[in-house]
């Protein structure tokens, strides 16, 4: 984990697709986006988007995608970085096997850019 505040915490995922592949998760339990009230939806994408900026520091890309299948019942987001080198775009990226990707280098990076 490389970002907590009081609702959400912050992980490079288990299983990435990409260098850089996060997972940002909402604390209290929560099975759809629409169990969050506009207040707490609103908190989420601002995380989200903090992050999304710190990966564009961290991990130079084209473009992060942001996936939510919540496949484990829980409110959770993907954000994905599309690297310039990445031969995968868009459906093609995201469904490719993850591979040996994370780099736990960089968190101390990822955590000096959300400041």
């Not at 169990?35 to 992050?51: K, P, S």
Request: hydrophobic share 40%; net charge neutral; glycine share 4%.
């Amino acid at each position: 984990m490389f970002f907590e505040d009081a609702r959400c915490y912050v992980c490079l995922a288990f299983a990435p697709k990409s260098k850089g592949h996060t997972i940002v998760a909402w604390k209290e339990h929560a099975t759809d986006l629409n169990d969050l009230n506009d207040e707490e939806y609103h908190h989420l994408m601002a995380v989200i988007r903090r992050v999304r900026l710190a990966l564009g520091r961290v991990y130079p890309s084209s473009l992060v995608y942001m996936n939510y299948w919540n496949e484990a019942g829980h409110v959770h987001l993907h954000l994905v970085p599309r690297h310039p080198d990445s031969e995968k775009r868009g459906p093609e990226l995201l469904v490719q096997p993850s591979g040996n990707l994370t780099d736990l280098a960089k968190i101390p990076l990822l955590i000096e850019a959300l400041r």
